[in-house]
């Protein structure tokens, strides 16, 4: 009888005891796993929403103003305010209000961080950023430029075609900014200016079409103010390509732009605007007359809405000054103006010419801000001088720039092999690098993935490595044309230097 009751009583013990170590407890294990995956959760979330950081503290010195950028937020203007401002230009840019724009502009406050980036008014900024960018003294936008350029350049070839619609354009920026930085590079050269047009809402020219040499009257999107804002967002420096001579037919555009009214002024249209022509005599295109002192003021004044209105980083031109078939007995170009000057030397007269150019361009843009860096891209045999110390060709002085600091950095157009006949790259490479030795002008190779270098790459090995191996090694750093090419090329060969070069980019 006592086993009868003592195993019931035993059991009844063990099942007490084992319901009340199951009882409910705070289970500190569980919280803190809980906690973990939370954490991770929303650093992944940050991590979708945050940009880019550079991570090469190294890209970062001499060349730049400030050491790091958190690019995840903006200036004033930059994102909120974006579409109206945008909209509210373009309403004002294709009307014949445009003196009222000009009113505008000269009471605009002096304070950068009221100033709204795409419009000449005064109302204030409503964006909603958190925190400021890093700022002068003066509290304008600091630029962020690398001291090792790896660069590509956005020609208006790849740009104009996006420009049908925002969508369009926004995604193609977006996939080709990711692109180039996934790949290692820092800076994007997009053209904004290629034939007296923009790329952007503008008092002094008209907004650019979809195709090379037209223009709209309308556009309901920024597409610069994109570009900056993509950029930013990527680390990406960015810099305004310009040229600043040639233009479109003004003839028919809306509004009250300057050109249109040189173009349908019989003087004007004579002497401010030639035209240019290839070496065969063939028409390319229009171009102003750089003895016009008008010419100047309005090209200059077109760099500096840009610095006024933008976050740009730079900004940039090429080689397109003087055609390249003007010949110095041809006075039927710019005589008028040749003959009431004092040079004896039309050669002299011209280069004086595109210098005063560069002069003024520099000048205004360091008096609005002075971290935005100015440079130019001439092509790679302007290093070349006669025993006289004038300039070879082209009617530019690259020297007289370097010397007199007109210019942050110049990037010669170097598109030669190794073994190009005519003017081996290395050969135009020390040309360069003894030209800017000793000054604090940088020097950045500009190399291309087409003629005339392509048509070694089926020869010389590796061609495009050794080019930005020397760029980045010797000198601070390249720019590549294009981007078209560079992420779409078709070509066997050249796709193989790419991937040769590849390497050598992202180290």
């Known amino acids: 009888m006592k086993k009868v009751i003592i195993f019931p009583l035993c059991m009844f013990l063990v099942f007490s005891f084992v319901l009340a170590s199951c009882s409910p407890v705070e289970n500190t294990s569980k919280k803190n796993t809980d906690n973990t995956y939370s954490d991770i959760f929303s650093f992944a979330q940050t991590q979708r929403t945050t940009p880019p950081q550079s991570t090469k503290s190294t890209d970062t010195a001499s060349f730049i103003d400030t050491a790091s950028t958190d690019y995840n937020t903006t200036k004033a203007g930059d994102n909120s305010t974006q579409n109206s401002n945008s909209s509210s230009k373009n309403s004002t840019n294709n009307s014949t209000d445009k003196n009222n724009n000009k009113t505008n502009s000269s009471s605009k406050s002096a304070s950068s961080s009221e100033k709204i980036s795409t419009t000449k008014n005064t109302t204030k900024s409503t964006s909603n950023t958190t925190t400021e960018k890093p700022q002068q003294n003066d509290g304008k936008y600091q630029a962020v430029n690398y ?161 006024e209105n933008y976050n740009v980083d730079g900004i940039h031109m090429d080689d397109y000054f003087y055609p390249s078939s003007l010949k110095d007995n041809d006075t039927s170009f710019d005589y008028e103006q040749f003959k009431n ?83 081996p790259f290395e050969t135009a490479f020390n040309g360069w690098a003894n030209l800017t030795k000793g000054s604090s002008v940088k020097l950045v190779i500009g190399i291309t993935l087409s003629a005339p270098n392509s048509s070694s790459f089926k020869s010389e090995q590796d061609v495009l490595k050794r080019q930005a191996q020397m760029a980045l090694n010797q000198a601070n750093g390249l720019i590549i044309y294009k981007y078209a090419e560079l992420y779409g090329s078709s070509d066997f060969y050249v796709n193989e230097e790419i991937q040769a070069m590849k390497p050598i980019i992202k180290g």
């Open 147 to 307: 001291s090792t350029v790896k660069g590509i350049w956005f020609s208006y070839i790849e740009l104009y075609p996006k420009l049908k619609d925002k969508a369009t354009f926004e995604n193609y920026i977006k996939t080709a900014f990711d692109n180039v930085k996934i790949d290692g590079y820092n800076t994007v050269f997009v053209h904004v200016r290629a034939f007296g047009d923009a790329l952007y809402p503008s008092d002094y020219f008209a907004l650019a079409g979809t195709t090379a040499k037209t223009l709209t009257d309308s556009r309901n999107f920024d597409p610069l103010q994109i570009m900056v804002n993509e950029a930013h967002k990527r680390n990406l420096s960015i810099h305004a390509w310009i040229n600043p001579y040639r233009i479109a037919n003004y003839s028919s555009v809306k509004g009250n732009f300057t050109l249109k009214n040189w173009w349908n002024d019989s003087y004007t249209k004579k002497h401010y605007i030639k035209e240019a022509y290839n070496e065969s005599g063939r028409f390319l295109w229009y171009v102003l007359n750089p003895a016009i002192d008008e010419v100047v003021e309005l090209i200059t004044n077109g760099v500096k809405e840009i610095v």
């Open 341 to 423: 000057s004092g040079y004896s030397d039309i050669r002299k007269f011209r280069i004086s010419n595109t210098t005063k150019l560069v002069k003024n361009i520099n000048k205004a843009i360091k008096s609005i801000n002075s971290s935005v860096k100015f440079g130019i891209a001439p092509t790679g045999n302007n290093y070349q001088y006669k025993s006289s110390g004038v300039p070879w060709n082209d009617y530019i002085d690259s020297k007289a720039w370097i010397n007199n600091k007109y210019i942050d950095y110049i990037a010669p157009q170097i598109y030669r092999s190794f073994n190009d006949k005519s003017l």
